[in-house]
């Protein structure tokens, strides 16, 4: 079955230290997008990508990195630069007409300890 | 920038109906999508609006109206696990790329 995949569901962080969270889709799909969500604020874009090797920044991209080199991959770089990056990180991705609404990865709870 | 305003929590009883308002504000207007997301798990797709309208899928109705920044999710015959957020998101289309936005997202409670 086709899906879009995110690894690991939960992360812990020590301040200071980088981490990839991996995004992973066999459905073909051209776009992809990761989201963070935080208690009371609903879904806020980090990047997003609507085809290989070329990506866009969000409405919050400070402190985060991404790269798009395959189509089936959307890995999302959370750096030391980012201030507050306890939250959960959704991965999306859906087709370039977009009609269909995307897909969800399960998500990556990550925790800064 | 966009704004896009719905009600934080709303509570409704077990077979009754309910309406999840969403307004809009927004340049470059693509579609309106509506999310179904369980507490601690990924959002689903419930609908897509981009005319003006009523569209309806099974017990959930969305409708939308452009002119003035609207939009409704309508669940009938509510049942205990419609129990969910609902979150409205606004597709815009700017300079040659598409970006949706959400809001923060209505919490129902369906009581017994």
């Known amino acids: 079955d086709g899906g879009i995949t995110q690894s690991p569901k939960y992360l812990f962080r020590k301040e200071g230290q980088n981490v990839t969270l991996s995004c992973e889709q066999n459905?073909?799909?051209?776009?992809m997008y990761w989201y963070r969500q935080d208690p009371g604020q609903g879904l806020r874009l980090i990047y997003y990508s609507q085809i290989v090797n070329d990506f866009q920044k969000g409405d919050i991209a400070e402190g985060y990195s991404v790269s798009r080199e395959k189509k089936e991959s959307f890995p999302l770089t959370v750096t030391s630069a980012q201030k507050n990056p306890t939250a959960f990180y959704l991965c999306?991705?859906?087709?370039?007409?977009?009609?269909?609404?995307?897909?969800f990865g399960s998500g990556t709870r990550l925790t800064v300890v | 920038g966009q704004n896009i305003d719905q009600p934080t929590e709303m509570t409704a009883t077990e077979g009754a109906i309910v309406q999840i308002n969403c307004t809009y504000q927004t340049s470059g207007f693509n579609g309106l999508f509506w999310y179904q997301q369980h507490a601690g798990e990924a959002p689903t797709f419930l609908s897509y609006n981009v005319l003006d309208g009523l569209e309806e899928k099974g017990r959930f109705s969305s409708f939308l109206s452009r002119s003035k920044g609207y939009s409704y999710l309508l669940l009938k015959e509510l049942q205990m696990k419609d129990s969910a957020s609902y979150l409205c998101a606004v597709r815009i289309h700017s300079g040659g790329y598409q970006k949706v936005t959400f809001g923060t997202g209505t919490k129902l409670q369906v009581i017994p």
């Open positions: 459905l073909n799909h051209d776009a």
């Open positions: 999306a991705s859906n087709k370039r007409t977009g009609i269909e609404g995307y897909t």
